[in-house]
């Protein structure tokens, strides 16, 4: 089984501030990590994600992530944010290979509120 | 890039009522198509499965004959809400996906039973 903990709900930030939101994971096996951004009444959209090769993964709109494997931590960052970032975020981890994306696991979500 | 598109974005509907709600992949044949529920503040329940041509595979505690889910070919798959009840009232998503590659999500339906 695995697990998504994202231990801030909401992370209020400046504009043009640095900003990471947290992601840890667990599971047994190895796994693939995602960030999708969800506005609001709107779908989830692929920010970026680590199957593997680099631990640094860069994504759209300026975000990255780290994966760090002996913290079983998937970062998200990005050093510079806009009031159009303000969404909400889900960390996703998904089953082993050959598996792949199939069986997404879904964090419950980090509120990002960018203000001027 | 692919596109999912999911219909309604949004429905009312009086209790006992049923509801249907569509999601297409316009631009890729998807051989798999999911199934999520959002709750307020929370995140993304996986509710079902489905592949085009068979049984779609439900998650525990998801009640197929409340929630029918067809796919019927690879470009469409439907959920029926079944005499909707106001504790049905969620945002509902879908996703698809063409064999092993990423999921791309549609932008969901918002339900409001009365």
């Known amino acids: 089984a695995q697990s998504v903990t994202q231990l801030d709900s909401q992370v209020p930030v400046f504009e043009e501030a640095p900003v990471e939101l947290r992601c840890n994971y667990s599971s047994s096996v190895s796994v693939y990590l995602f960030w999708y951004v969800q506005y609001p009444n709107q779908g989830l959209q692929l920010l970026l994600k680590y199957l593997s090769g680099s631990t640094l993964v860069k994504g759209i709109n300026g975000f990255e992530a780290e994966f760090n494997k002996s913290q079983t931590s998937f970062h998200l960052r990005k050093p510079s944010v806009h009031i159009s970032d303000t969404a909400e975020y889900f960390c996703a981890v998904s089953g082993p290979a050959p598996e792949g994306y199939s069986t997404l696991t879904f964090g419950k979500g980090t509120m990002l509120l960018v203000s001027p | 890039g692919a596109v999912v598109s999911q219909h309604p974005s949004r429905v009312i509907c009086k209790s006992g009522t049923s509801v249907k709600i569509e999601c297409r992949s316009l631009?890729?044949?998807?051989?798999?198509m999911f199934w999520y529920r959002q709750f307020p503040k929370q995140s993304l329940m996986l509710m079902a499965t489905s592949n085009e041509g068979s049984k779609a595979t439900y998650e525990q505690g998801v009640e197929k004959d409340k929630f029918l889910i067809n796919h019927a070919s690879l470009t469409l798959s439907t959920l029926t809400v079944t005499s909707a009840h106001p504790e049905d009232s969620s945002f509902y998503i879908c996703?698809?996906?063409?064999?092993?590659?990423?999921?791309?999500f549609g932008n969901g339906t918002r339900l409001t039973v009365t």
């Open positions: 996703s698809a996906q063409k064999g092993n590659s990423p999921l791309h």
């Open positions: 631009d890729f044949q998807a051989t798999t």
